[in-house]
């Protein structure tokens, strides 16, 4: 069942989603050469801490950390480690949520870290995320969920790929619903699969973590033998995007986006929901 809220509901994961975007911008800038991912974890321990906030990775499923730390060919899932240190060149992508009087938010970046990096690159993670908000602008009343699905996968597949060939779109992980846990039903597919149907109708009081992942090479994956940490089968690099939205009677409010989405949505000629919180 698709868990519907109202708008007190929807105010409190606003509160959630502004503490993930702290975290996101506290991230971003310890995420420099010579940082260790452990290091990050505990700057956005130190956030949520500020915010009386609660971590909703840390124990997820006997996650170890606060967020996910994915370097280069890791898609998703990466426990932050003292060992695995930043280096000049590299592309990181930041998973994190938090909780506030019960209600998630999540959502993640791609970040790149140092300098010299090669224009594929910043390509593919400027796709990933205009991906990410071309589905975050199809949250719209009387749409269903595969429109959401649709809209991302078209707007990869009409990219080109620096050198030639074609994006991965990741296949096994995607984006879900969100709420009072961090994973609810739906499941959002990346792509369109026919099989499954159209989804549920989106109606106010929808709430979506979308997320596309996207390589270099390969769709396909494979879990480590830590049992969380998600690599590429042949080794491209990968990004990750992601934001936590619920469709309101008044258009989409992007509740992990510190300005609600306002400004991305605009230049996609779609008004944002008005803050509950402004």
């Not at 971590?55 to 003292?82: K, M, Q, R, W």
């Not at 400027?126 to 009343?141: D, F, L, N, P």
């Not at 060939?165 to 969100?178: A, M, P, V």
């Not at 469709?247 to 929901?273: C, M, Y």
Request: hydrophobic share 40%; proline share 6%; with cysteine.
């Amino acid at each position: 069942m698709v868990q519907i809220k109202n708008p007190e509901q929807i105010a409190k994961m606003r509160e959630a989603g502004l503490v993930v975007a702290a975290i996101h911008a506290a991230t971003r800038e310890a995420a420099v050469p010579g940082a260790t991912t452990k290091d990050l974890d505990q700057v956005a321990r130190k956030v949520l801490a500020e915010h009386d906030a609660k971590p909703n990775f840390l124990g997820y499923g006997g996650f170890p950390a606060t967020i996910c730390t994915s370097v280069n060919e890791v898609v998703v899932h990466g426990i932050p480690s003292d060992d695995v240190v930043l280096k000049d060149g590299d592309v990181i992508s930041i998973d994190c949520g938090a909780i506030i009087d019960g209600w998630h938010g999540d959502a993640a970046y791609t970040a790149f870290v140092g300098s010299g990096h090669s224009p594929e690159l910043v390509e593919l993670s400027r796709v990933t995320e205009e991906s990410m908000w071309a589905g975050i602008a199809a949250m719209k009343q009387g749409n269903r969920l595969v429109d959401v699905s649709r809209a991302i996968e078209t707007y990869i597949r009409r990219q080109p790929k620096p050198g030639g060939g074609k994006y991965g779109i990741i296949e096994d992980y995607g984006g879900h619903g969100i709420g009072t846990e961090m994973h609810m039903d739906p499941h959002l597919l990346n792509y369109v699969e026919r099989k499954r149907g159209k989804g549920p109708k989106l109606v106010p009081g929808f709430c979506l973590a979308i997320e596309p992942m996207v390589s270099l090479g390969t769709p396909r994956t494979e879990v480590l033998s830590d049992d969380w940490t998600v690599i590429t089968t042949d080794g491209t690099w990968s990004s990750h995007w992601e934001h936590s939205v619920a469709l309101t009677e008044q258009g989409p409010l992007v509740l992990t986006s510190p300005d609600g989405g306002r400004a991305k949505l605009a230049e996609l000629g779609i008004t944002a929901a008005p803050d509950p919180l402004a």
